[in-house]
């Protein structure tokens, strides 16, 4: 998100007139840090750079005499993201350390408010939307030449975790027009664009209710996973994210779609079943369990028990059989006991994850657990617990990887193989397994009577025959387009039926 935020801003100021992006922040006369407040380290990582980046305003004439800046005027600093929401007053007053503070919803005000600091002033601007999408703005894309983007589908989260700042830093819950949504992603396509990944604080509970409006009952039409519920009530229903995605994998067959972040609540049978039809939308689903313990669930105001994520589980592999799945797991959150602990660690080896984000719990404020509860779990023993996790978690993943030996993979080229530049190249498959190979020339599928090296955003055809934990290895077979690889999969699947 903060990715794609940047380009959005990047736009913004370049509308404004501000050309040119320096590539080191000595010779910047604007430097942006775009924040997190998830989580307490990430906030810490902010102060240190802020305090280098106040080290370059104060040394500036110095560091353009000895040659270290090129920039014409001192720099300002401009705090955007979460943590400016958060921590408005704090970062302000922090010793001219910082100029200007923008919330998410404020990147539009941006230019006035570097103008003011030209008049000595503060410049500060961190009101909450309703309704800002940025819809409008055709981000400025950092990496040019990249095969892959972001494009942000909603913004904002309704649901309220007790232990999660995201709605009190990124506000409520607000979606783009498909219409939108399908032109800029019509740009990437031109400009080679090859994956897109669709973004949100809670992507699948997209909801386009700019043209078509219904007043939905309580419980009715809108409907949520099995055994899950939800404290936010959704009052019109428009287009859910099963017609988003429906929409664009079909106008564009041979791009890749991915969606993060989910909840677990919003995949109705008829996003899943899409999911299986649809060879390019990715077979990867991200399923943030948090805890494999009920009470703690009950406590992390989830609204779904152990039983019912692992009903969900089921289901989605009894609809996608090759599906993958990733997670998000928090250690030591309050009153979390040795036992409700061990049920996390069950929990990873019963589902068995191809990929998992994993941190120890730390205390937000404004949050529901901050008002009610006590961050009770020692730090040694979240670390402990946090360790026992990641090798919980290595255990089954391993398992994951190794599954796919001796499998074909299509994977989409980004680029070379970093420890080895000059020979191989690297790519991800459909399940977002990072997958390298050989760089050698093979034969183009669209082109019998050729063989060539395969490039970036190029798919080829990968013949997986050794893995890690965290990456396969494979002999590239062929250069093949998205439709075709999979057209042809679905003919032997028929031939073999057969």
Not at 137 to 157: E, H, W
Not at 438 to 465: L, W
Request: proline share 4%.
């Amino acid at each position: 998100m903060n990715v794609n935020d940047m380009e959005i801003v990047l736009s913004i100021m370049k509308n404004a007139g501000y050309g040119e992006i320096v590539s080191v922040p000595e010779s910047a006369e604007i430097i942006f840090i775009n924040t997190c407040a998830i989580r307490d380290n990430a906030e810490q990582k902010v102060w240190q750079r802020l305090n280098y980046f106040w080290f370059l305003k104060r040394h500036w004439k110095n560091n353009v005499a000895t040659g270290r800046s090129q920039s014409l005027h001192p720099p300002k600093v401009v705090v955007l993201g979460c943590m400016a929401e958060r921590l408005k007053e704090k970062i302000l007053d922090s010793d001219k350390m910082v100029d200007v503070v923008c919330g998410p919803d404020a990147y539009r005000d941006l230019p006035r408010l570097l103008e003011e600091v030209d008049y000595g002033q503060k410049g500060i601007n961190t009101l909450l939307s309703l309704e800002e999408t940025y819809a409008d703005i055709n981000p400025v894309r950092i990496s040019k030449n990249s095969v892959t983007a972001f494009v942000s589908v909603m913004r904002g989260c309704n649901n309220m975790c007790s232990f999660c700042i995201v709605p009190f830093t990124r506000g409520r819950e607000r979606s783009r027009p498909v219409e939108s949504i399908v032109r800029e992603v019509a740009e990437l396509w031109k400009e080679g664009v090859k994956e897109v990944t669709l973004l949100g604080q809670n992507v699948n509970s997209y909801n386009d209710a700019s043209e078509i409006e219904r007043k939905v009952e309580s419980g009715s039409n809108w409907k949520l996973s099995e055994g899950f519920s939800s404290m936010a009530k959704v009052k019109n229903m428009g287009l859910r994210f099963s017609d988003l995605l429906d929409r664009l994998s079909s106008e564009f067959p041979e791009m890749r779609f991915r969606f993060t972040s989910p909840h677990p609540k919003d995949f109705p049978d008829e996003l899943l079943y899409l999911m299986r039809e649809r060879h390019n939308i990715c077979k990867l689903i991200h399923l943030p369990a948090q805890t494999g313990s009920s009470p703690v669930l009950e406590r992390m105001r989830r609204g779904y028990t152990r039983e019912a994520y692992l009903d969900l589980v089921q289901k989605i592999r009894s609809i996608i059989p090759d599906v993958a799945l990733s997670s998000d797991f928090i250690c030591g959150f309050c009153g979390e006991t040795e036992e409700e602990h061990s049920e996390t660690l069950t929990l990873v080896k019963a589902v068995g994850y191809d990929m998992a984000f994993m941190f120890a719990y730390s205390m937000r404020e404004k949050t529901h657990a901050h008002r009610n509860y006590v961050d009770d779990v020692p730090e040694e023993i979240k670390q402990r617990r946090l360790a026992e996790l990641i090798e919980t978690f290595r255990g089954s993943t391993g398992q994951c990887f190794d599954s796919q030996i001796g499998t074909t993979q299509l994977v989409l080229v980004e680029g070379p193989n970093k420890r080895a530049p000059d020979t191989e190249l690297m790519g991800k498959s459909d399940k977002g397994h990072r997958v390298l190979f050989v760089n050698m020339p093979i034969p183009d599928r669209e082109d019998i009577n050729t063989k060539r090296n395969p490039v970036v955003g190029d798919y080829v055809e990968v013949r997986i025959t050794r893995s890690t934990r965290a990456s396969l290895f494979g002999e590239a077979l062929a250069i093949t387009k998205l439709t075709s690889f999979y057209n042809n999969l679905d003919k032997e699947a028929v031939a073999f039926s057969m």
